[in-house]
């Protein structure tokens, strides 16, 4: 569903979480729905969407466990288990996952995504799928991003950045493996954007915005 003309909006803020971008993300939105359409609650395709603030927030894996009964992050030292697991649920994709976090968003986008159709942001991505993204700072495997749902579609992407170069690079690293074995939307190794945190770069969170979808 990504249109050739698929354009959006990007920023970055110095001293900012992904909270404060969670924060901007809904004035962006509001502001525009009440300049355009006159309400916060609003209609798409017979559907009624309420953007009345505050827009739920929930973990990535608190999603997949409200739909399948499965807790894979309490497996998350135990991948055999949790790809058993999500093969007997046969979500799609399972069988070429490397990791727990990777069975998660597999099992997030097969059983989870298409129901979202009230503004949603779910939150705390799995290392593995979020290679620019800042780790959790209480929560082991995951990090600071989220992504917004509404009517079942990605509408923005936001993070608190990752300024560890020596992470960063391992990540990158990661990408690049799996883009060798494939993987079309894997990165490769930046090294201009290494070299750029290694010289320094501040706490920093980051928002990109589907303007096609907002629309």
Known sequence: RHNP?????????????YEDMIRITEDIICENALKVCGSLDIEYQG????????????????????????????????????????????IDGADTANSVGEIINKAFEDKCEAKLIQPTFVCEHPKEISPLAKPHREKEGLTERFELFIYGREHAN?????????????????????????????????????????YGMPPTAGLGIGIDRVV
């Not at 003309?5 to 979480?17: G, M, R």
């Not at 990408?175 to 060798?180: D, G, T, V, W």
């Open 47 to 90: 559907t009624p969407i309420s953007l009345q603030r505050p827009w739920r927030r929930v973990s990535m894996n608190d999603l997949v466990k409200e739909e399948t009964g499965v807790d894979f992050y309490a497996m998350r030292d135990d991948f055999a288990g949790a790809k058993a697991k999500a093969l007997e649920l046969n």
């Open 5 to 17: 003309e698929f354009t959006s909006v990007e920023l970055y803020q110095a001293y900012a979480d």
């Open 158 to 198: 936001g993070f608190s950045e990752l300024t560890d170069p020596i992470d960063q690079r391992e990540r990158f690293e990661a990408q690049a493996a799996k883009k060798a074995a494939g993987d079309v939307e894997a990165a490769d190794v930046d090294e201009d954007f290494l070299m750029a945190i290694e």
